[in-house]
């Protein structure tokens, strides 16, 4: 009989850094995919006045806290826009890696900033014993500005992406 090993929770404090400017953008519509080939979800984000971008995000964070998210498109007053959601949007040929999404906003205006840390970090940091919280780098990649119905739109529909599916 295989035993069953306990999960262990660990909280982890993420500080935000930019060492250098990111790419920034108006975000006016976007595109959601699953590679099933790599299990990223891409998101093809279109911008105004400007080439679009295609950030391929690593959702293993975001899976972790769903419950969060939901917590916070909650809060926003917004109703989300139905029409950010695109069927074609063209992007450049480059492609963003992102394995985090900060979110805010602040009124109608809001930012989803696209981060990177470091999975070796991420694991130190697990082991690390009782104590203080420990903290890791999350450098900043990409910062798509929209409006909050925009990221409450982008939100709810990454959320359903990742939220595990019931089987009948």
């Known amino acids: 009989m295989a035993e069953k090993t306990a999960k262990k929770t660990v909280s982890i404090a993420i500080k935000r850094s930019r ?8 975000a006016t519509g976007f595109r959601l995919r699953s590679d099933k080939e790599t ?3 891409e998101i093809l984000l279109q911008a105004s006045g400007q080439r679009g971008e295609r950030v391929a ?6 899976r972790t ?8 498109a909650a809060g926003l007053v ?3 826009d139905d ?14 890696f992102a394995n985090i999404v900060h979110f805010s906003h602040m009124g109608p205006r809001a930012e989803t900033i696209f981060g990177v840390f470091s999975l070796s970090d991420w694991v130190e940091a697990t082991r690390q014993g009782k104590g203080d919280v420990p903290e890791i780098k999350s450098y900043d990649a990409l910062v798509a500005v929209s409006t909050t119905a925009f990221q ?6 990454l959320v359903l992406m990742l939220s595990p599916q019931e089987k009948e």
């Open 57 to 62: 995000l690593d959702p293993v964070v975001m």
């Open 83 to 96: 029409a950010a959601q695109k069927e074609d949007v063209a992007v450049g040929e480059t492609n963003t």
């Open 78 to 80: 917004e109703a989300e």
């Open 39 to 41: 299990g990223l979800t």
């Open 65 to 72: 806290n769903l419950e969060m998210l939901k917590r916070y």
């Open 152 to 157: 409450k739109k982008l939100l709810l529909e």
């Open 19 to 26: 060492p250098t400017a990111p790419r920034t953008l108006i």
